[in-house]
């Protein structure tokens, strides 16, 4: 089945700094690849997507990047602000969804 | 937004005990789903439903079962519960034409 590695585990980056999570797939024939954000208390929530026909999308400070021959794709967000303090989980599918094991991200004002 | 709710939020149980977790959605999706979230170990499936008819194993499905009793609802039971099933769980949703899982609040369930 697909296996999903997601680095690094734990960020700590300084409000207006920007952040880059990444991670990686096995299975070549996944064609989606969400992001989810995961607030205290509360379940995740898609943030942003991209499918496999695409190399990179952005949402204001949001982007991911896609790189299927090498099987990564990675979350930039850029001038971080305290709200976006959070777990993210990245996901590729193929067939169903396969979550990699999340970042916590901390911003520090 | 509460289109995918789940109850209890909490529960605290004893090994033996069967358990039922409870979710309901008001988005008219076909799809749902269960997924439990350990630490370090990201979202894992445990099982999904296309419809009311179709229900399907996930990848780690033993010790749990569910039920699909309309398209709105679909409950997650353990049949006796034990300690290493104390885990985050997550009731998702999602319309068969789209790609986007939408979310439950999820369960908090403890097992002593």
């Known amino acids: 089945g697909e296996n999903v590695e997601q680095h690094p585990s734990t960020l700590s980056v300084q409000e207006g700094d920007s952040a880059v999570i990444k991670c990686t797939y096995s299975d070549s024939a996944s064609n989606y690849f969400p992001w989810y954000k995961q607030e205290l208390g509360k379940g995740p929530q898609l943030i942003i997507d991209i499918r496999s026909n695409v190399g990179e999308k952005k949402d204001q400070r949001i982007a991911v990047t896609l790189n299927k021959t090498a099987k990564h794709f990675s979350l930039h967000i850029t001038e971080t602000q305290p709200e976006d303090s959070a777990v993210y989980f990245c996901?590729?599918?193929?067939?169903?969804?396969?979550f990699g094991a999340g970042t916590t991200v901390t911003v520090r004002a | 937004d509460a289109d995918v709710t789940q109850t209890p939020r909490n529960r605290i149980t004893k090994t033996g005990k069967r358990i039922m977790l409870e979710c309901s959605q008001t988005k008219g999706h076909d799809r749902m789903y269960w997924y439990r979230q350990d630490p370090g170990l990201g979202l894992r499936l445990i099982y999904y439903?296309?419809?009311?008819?179709?229900?399907n194993k996930g990848e780690i499905s033993d010790g749990y079962s569910v039920s699909r009793q309309a398209q709105a609802k679909f409950s997650l039971s353990l049949e006796s519960a034990i300690p290493n099933q104390t885990a985050l769980y997550f009731c998702a949703t999602k319309a068969g034409s789209t790609d986007t899982q939408y979310f439950g609040p999820g369960t908090r369930l403890t097992v002593l």
């Open positions: 439903s296309f419809d009311v008819k179709d229900i």
């Open positions: 996901a590729a599918f193929r067939y169903k969804l396969s």
